[in-house]
């Protein structure tokens, strides 16, 4: 199997940054959720803050890199403008559009993906420095750890709605 290097690039955006954000979101939740367990020792809290603040910020980057490679590299080849008479197959976007089959799909997936999939990285960066700022007080304080899982999960939301329009888009018109 041979992948071009705008392939690679949409597998590197998705499959591997995007697809690591959204697994890490599982260990970081669960994380916040035992912190409040009747059954943690100060020692085993201190601990899994320390694995919760690496994990957070490692995520909170690896958002960012996704949106970036997304936005910046793998984006300009699907936004392409054909020239007049071109096999549209090499063009994703005008292929989209030019189905009505398929045009919402662009009018809104990557609508979505342009500019409310920003929001993952936003909000990874609030919860990575809400978990450093708060530190252990996050397992005494059950309001300010639910506004953190609150803020995650939105996060989530926002960058597994992405990466479901992109890989639906991705099926539809393919970056070649």
Same mark, same amino acid.
């Given at each position: 199997?041979?992948?071009? $290097?705008?392939?690679? =690039? %949409? ?8 697809? #690591?954000?959204? $697994? +890490?979101?599982?260990?970081?939740? %669960?994380? $916040?959720f035992n912190l409040g367990s009747e059954y943690a020792t100060d +020692?085993?809290?201190? &601990? ?8 957070? =910020?490692?995520? %909170?980057?690896? +958002? ?16 392409? &403008?054909?020239? +007049?008479?071109?096999?549209?197959? #090499? ?11 398929t045009a919402e799909w662009h009018k809104f997936g990557m609508e ?10 936003? #909000? ?14 996050? %397992? ?19 960058? !597994?709605? !992405?990466?479901?329009?992109? !890989?639906?888009?991705?099926?539809? !018109?393919?970056?070649?």
């Open positions: 199997m041979e992948l071009t $290097l705008r392939e690679m =690039w %949409a597998v590197i955006h998705g499959m591997m940054l995007g697809s #690591l954000f959204l $697994l +890490a979101y599982a260990g970081g939740l %669960a994380e $916040l +020692a085993g809290i201190a &601990k899994r803050v320390r694995r919760l603040i690496f994990g957070t =910020w490692v995520m %909170a980057i690896v +958002a960012w890199l996704t949106v970036i490679v997304g936005t910046w590299i793998v984006y300009p080849w699907y936004r392409a &403008k054909p020239p +007049a008479g071109a096999d549209l197959s #090499l063009f994703p976007r005008s292929l989209l559009l030019s189905k009505p089959t979505w993906k342009e500019h409310v999939a920003w929001l993952a990285p936003i #909000l990874a960066t609030a919860v990575a420095y809400m978990v450093t700022r708060y530190g252990v007080r996050l %397992a005494q304080d059950n309001e300010v750890r639910r506004a953190v899982i609150v803020l995650f999960s939105v996060a989530f939301f926002a960058a !597994a709605t !992405a990466g479901l329009f992109g !890989a639906f888009i991705n099926k539809a !018109a393919p970056i070649h």
